[in-house]
């Protein structure tokens, strides 16, 4: 009788269990000053780039949004520096550290433009170059840290594992870069890239 019961208590909690429900984000008030920066200095106003590297490196966490339409079109997850902790032993960097020192391999924060489409040894040989906007990321030219792609990265969530790390470029997909790589060559003006901590 007793092991009845405990089976029966077992199935009642296994059967109304309901899995946690993901907490969503609301960025309304960095899709604003996007938007506001965006119209203030003449870039595209259709859509931005924002990466937050807060999210677990497994999960999505490179979004494209549209200002005209206020949603999020595509996301995708994106690689962070290793501040030369390497690949042999990724449990020791599981999230981002941010440094525009040069050759610190680290991540960088803030804002940048999204400038020239390059040759890229890396992914479908595609990159485009990231000028740093502030004082957090004003090295990007000089340490080459560029928007690419990379085999290595995954095109779904592999969560709970991580991401590859990189030395500082925010690396994607290769069927990612293909996606961002159309909507940038379509575009006239300089779009802008946020990377968030």
């Known amino acids: 009788m007793r092991k009845l019961f405990l089976l029966f208590v077992l199935s009642f909690i296994y059967c109304n269990h309901t899995p946690p429900v993901e907490v969503v984000k609301d960025y309304t008030s960095i899709h604003n000053e996007a938007l506001a920066y965006c119209k203030a200095n003449q870039f595209n ?3 931005y780039f924002l990466i937050d ?9 490179f979004f494209v949004y549209d200002f005209k339409t206020k949603n999020i079109v595509d996301k995708n997850i994106v690689t962070h520096g290793t501040c030369d902790v ?95 790589d159309e909507k940038l060559k379509k575009v006239e003006k300089p779009v802008l890239l946020w990377i968030v901590e």
């Open 86 to 180: 390497f690949e042999d032993n990724p449990e020791k960097y599981k999230k981002a550290k941010f440094s525009n020192k040069p050759d610190s391999h680290c991540s960088m924060s803030g804002k940048f433009k999204i400038g020239k489409r390059d040759y890229s040894s890396w992914g479908i040989n595609i990159k485009y170059w990231l000028h740093g906007l502030e004082n957090t990321n004003n090295n990007a030219i000089k340490r080459v840290v560029v928007l690419h792609s990379w085999t290595a990265v995954s095109n779904e969530e592999i969560y709970p594992r991580y991401a590859p790390l990189s030395w500082g470029c925010p690396a994607v997909s290769d069927e990612f870069m293909n996606v961002l």
């Open 53 to 61: 590297m807060s999210i677990h490196s497994g999960k999505n966490r």
């Open 45 to 47: 106003q259709d859509f």
